[in-house]
């Protein structure tokens, strides 16, 4: 199966910037959208931003547009996660997700392969 490995995470004061990167292993040609999620404790997952492997395509959540970047380089199997202008909310566990599917790309569910987390923290 697919395994994702996050990378990146860290500690930044308001109004800085963090890359986080997510490297694709294992039946990398099969998968069809990639993205970014975020969680904090007692919340459920939050979409933050997804990139449609084979034209490129993206979409972001409402709180992120304008500040946050979703990349991928192909040849590296690897997605990215440009952060800017970050603010103490964006403080989370940040989670990168693929899928073989076509699917509804801000819902959790909709992902069946996860990496374990990267985390990001936002100070004031």
């Known amino acids: 199966q697919v395994q994702l490995v996050e990378s990146g995470g860290g500690s930044v004061q308001a109004g800085g910037s963090l890359r986080l990167s997510c490297a694709a292993s294992k039946y990398t040609a099969n998968i069809v959208r990639m993205a970014w999620f975020r969680q904090t404790p007692g919340k459920e997952r939050e979409a933050v931003a997804v990139i449609y492997t084979s034209n490129g395509v993206t979409y972001y959540g409402d709180s992120v547009k304008g500040r946050f970047t979703i990349s991928q380089d192909n040849a590296k199997n690897t997605v990215y996660l440009q952060m800017n202008s970050l603010k103490p909310e964006d403080t989370a566990m940040y989670y990168c997700?693929?899928?073989?599917?076509?699917?509804?790309?801000?819902?959790?569910?909709?992902?069946?392969?996860w990496g374990r987390g990267s985390q990001v923290t936002v100070s004031s």
């Open positions: 997700a693929a899928d073989f599917r076509p699917g509804t790309w801000f819902t959790s569910y909709a992902y069946a392969y």
